[in-house]
């Protein structure tokens, strides 16, 4: 059955309703459109009237002054130099590589150009990410600084899976790591096995340990070349403990330096009164075995247990050569040298400290003690040598307390020639000012050297020269420099006062000696030199991007298409552009000092050839353009009132129309009902 007619009219006019009410709501959407746009034209306008230029001064042929428009290209061309200084302009790629590098400009270089510059057959690291993830036998190149920020470090490599690859650290600084651990091998490098660790700078490496093998660049190193490296740290272990390296074993160390405090706390049992780990401490490697070390240095503060050493704690079957200290080294035990510890079956020679000593016992200006088959030779010690009382020393021995104390060697038993102490040296036993105790064997021989410290002491075996020197060793053309000639020195042997071995002279006797220590100063290489960079991207790709990373680091950026290097293109004869960025603080203006040819900036206020002025001409064209924008939003507007208008009508009368329908209908359904019924 079909609808009725009336039916149908209501639908129809549902349906033109629905399009009044659309056409309602657009027109009521487009005045609001009108309403902000007319804000805006208004805003603009405001911004108009307080819109000024820049002028400056120029003189006319006759000699009368006036001001001209300044622009960017005539102010140029007066001579005035303008900086720009907004937000970059960079693309989308270039910001996330800027994000991504974090800081590092070398990474962001990279990154831009996608070269590093690194030797062939090198895997180049920018990262700390990077440089946790190497492969332990790979070969590595340090190709920018990495700051760890303090984080908790891991070390790359250990005892049963070594480093055995290279690394070249290529004059770049990793800064500010630690490691917090029970474990033993702490470092950069765990633990590295015939591996290669050069030019490598560690700064501010904070390592607490209770375990063994303990450095700021290696745990433990073996059969390892260490060259060019620079460490400053702070490090502290149980024992096996040294401020670059904890361990090294069969190594070749050259051109090294250590700026670091080195604590080894070694353990002891008191219920046997015994040490159960000796400690092993020293400003660059804290135990050193069939090793060669050349031309290495080290500072800061060293304390062990046993064993300190300003260099090493203990060396055995090493030749050290060409190296120094300036460390102040103190042990708890025995056994501290402003150079070495102990010195067993090794050579060293070229060599000298010059930091303070103190221990109980065997304490050296140079070595606190030196074994049978090691020799010394062209060395020289400036520190003192100071005896303290300590709650481990009877440990070593209850019956010599402070014993065994020297300007140069705590106790020799070895071979020292050509050598020189000038510290003072004191203590209780055996208190030497270049030898505390030369033991009684043929070995223990010392010739051409001399001291010119002071002894202090009560005991009656000291002396100038030696504390106590026993009947099987041998004192041979040495002196005491003294400031009066004839001066009796006295040597102790067994309880008899001999004074065979020492000769007395004078400085300058001294300094005519060739064969007495005297040409040691000269015959000793300097210390490491910080490593510089190598390998680095030099194209002009990666010199624009560096300049790109500074700009963006000093102005920040923006993200845009056009990636012109300067806002100034288009604007360049803009007078309205001008003073709008110089007014911003964009555009910074400068003049060239005709004497220095130093730059030096002005501003508008205070060059007294500029000024700043309304924009007369255009504040006119802001008012009529302003006037004629107002003109049209009004026309549009009154248009739209208009629609509203016809749509309000409309609507009304096809209301009017649907109620109508909906009554006659409604009457129509009663009215059948009823003759149904």
């Known amino acids: 059955m079909g609808l009725s007619s009336s039916q149908a009219r209501l639908l129809t006019l549902t349906g033109r309703m629905h399009d009044i009410e659309y056409k309602a709501a657009r027109l009521e959407a487009q005045k609001l459109q009108m309403a902000n746009e007319s804000a805006r034209v208004y805003e603009t306008y405001l911004n108009a009237l307080d819109a000024t230029k820049i002028q400056y001064q120029t003189i006319g042929t006759d000699g009368s002054l006036d001001y001209v428009d300044a622009t960017y290209a005539s102010m140029i061309d007066n001579g005035y130099i303008l900086k720009i200084q907004e937000p970059v302009r960079v693309t989308r790629a270039t910001a996330d ?158 051109n090294c330096s250590s700026s670091s405090n080195v604590s080894a706390s070694g353990s002891y049992n008191s219920s046997t009164n015994t040490i159960t780990s000796d400690g092993f401490a020293g400003g660059f490697a804290g135990y050193v075995s069939n090793c060669t070390i050349d031309n290495c240095s080290s500072s800061g503060t060293v304390s062990a247990l046993t064993y300190a050493g300003g260099l090493a704690g203990c060396v055995s079957n090493c030749e050290i050569t060409n190296s120094d200290s300036s460390s102040n080294v103190s042990v708890s035990s025995a056994r501290a040298g402003g150079l070495i510890g102990g010195a067993y079956q090794s050579v060293v020679s070229s060599c000298y400290a010059t930091g303070d000593v103190s221990g109980p016992t065997q304490i050296g200006g140079f070595i606190g003690s030196n074994g049978e088959t090691s020799t010394i030779s062209n060395c020289y010690a400036t520190g003192n040598a100071i005896g303290v009382t300590t709650e481990f020393q009877s440990v070593y021995d209850a019956n010599n307390l402070q014993d065994s104390i020297g300007g140069f060697v705590g106790g020799n038993w070895g071979t020292i020639t050509n050598c020189y102490a000038t510290g003072d040296a004191s203590g209780e ?183 700043e002025v309304s924009d007369e001409s255009g504040l006119k064209k802001a008012e009529a353009k302003y006037e004629a924008d107002m003109k049209r939003i009004d026309r549009k507007d009154s248009k739209y009132d208009t629609d509203l208008a016809s749509i309000e009508n409309e609507r009304e009368a096809i209301k009017q129309e649907i109620e109508t329908l909906k009554t006659v209908a409604k009457d129509n359904v009663e009215r059948t009902f009823k003759l149904f019924s």
């Open 97 to 254: 590589n800027f994000t991504t590098a974090a800081g590092n400009k070398d990474y962001f270089v990279y990154l831009q150009t996608g070269e590093s510059g690194a030797p062939e057959g090198y895997i180049p690291i920018y990262t700390a990410e990077q440089l946790m993830n190497i492969d332990l036998d790979g070969n590595y190149i340090l190709m920018a600084d990495i700051d760890l920020g303090g984080a908790e470090w891991t070390p790359i490599g250990s005892y049963s899976n070594p480093f055995t690859g290279t690394f070249d650290g290529n004059g770049h600084t990793i800064s500010n790591y630690t490691i917090s651990t029970e474990n033993n091998g702490s470092g950069l490098f765990g633990c590295t096995d015939g591996a290669t660790i050069t030019n490598v700078i560690i700064e501010n490496a904070i390592i607490s340990s209770t375990g063994e093998d303990a450095g700021a660049l290696i745990g433990c190193a073996y059969d390892t070349t260490v060259s060019n490296c620079v460490v400053s740290s702070s490090v502290s272990g149980q024992s096996y403990v040294g401020g670059a390296i904890g361990c090294a074993i069969g190594c070749t160390i050259t």
């Open 429 to 611: 036993n055996n208190i030497g000012g270049f030898v505390g105790f030369n033991a009684d064997t043929s070995t223990a021989v010392i010739s051409n050297s001399w001291a010119s410290g002071s002894v202090s002491t009560d005991a009656t075996d000291a002396g100038l020269f030696s504390g106590d020197t026993k009947p099987a060793s041998s004192i041979e053309n040495c002196y005491v420099v003294s400031s009066t000639s004839g001066e009796q020195i006295y040597l102790y042997t067994d309880g008899n006062i001999r004074s065979d071995y020492v000769t007395t002279a004078t400085s300058s006797e001294i300094n005519s000696m060739s064969d007495a220590g005297t040409t040691t100063t000269s015959s000793i290489g300097s210390s490491c030199s910080t490593p510089s960079v190598t390998y680095k991207n030099t194209s002009d790709e990666a010199l624009e991007a560096e300049a790109l990373f500074d700009e963006i680091t000093s102005l920040g950026y923006i993200v845009t298409d056009d990636t012109s290097q300067s806002s100034v293109n288009g604007h360049e004869n803009d007078v309205e552009w001008l003073a709008e960025m110089i007014n911003a603080g964009y555009i910074y203006i400068y003049k060239e000092d005709s004497e220095s040819g130093e730059l030096y900036q002005v501003s508008v206020a205070t060059d007294t050839n500029l000024r």
